[in-house]
């Protein structure tokens, strides 16, 4: 499992960098927004915030166990924005 959150990792950052280096800016926010559009716009956005709606659960359920609220907290108000990158550092942190 550390392997694969290694990967989503090692995945993110310059898949992120790339994107950013071709739209920054306000072009990043006009994109991002126009994913959104219906008609499978509101299906993206259940999918997004309902699978990290069930790593929140996860981690806070994980937490609850070892007493790790802290990272758990800053991993979930993190995801919005970095999506399974703070899910990935919580798996790697959380030992």
Known sequence: MQLVALAVIAIWL????WAW?????????EQF??????????????DFFGLETVLALWMLADASARGSWT?????????????AL?????WLLKG
């Open 14 to 17: 310059p898949v992120t960098l």
């Open 21 to 29: 280096s071709r739209a920054p800016g306000w072009q990043t926010a």
């Open 33 to 46: 927004t126009a994913i959104w559009q219906p008609p499978w716009g509101k299906q993206f956005f259940v």
């Open 71 to 83: 990272l758990a907290i800053a991993c979930i108000v993190a995801m919005p924005v970095g999506g």
């Open 86 to 90: 703070p899910a990935a550092l919580y």
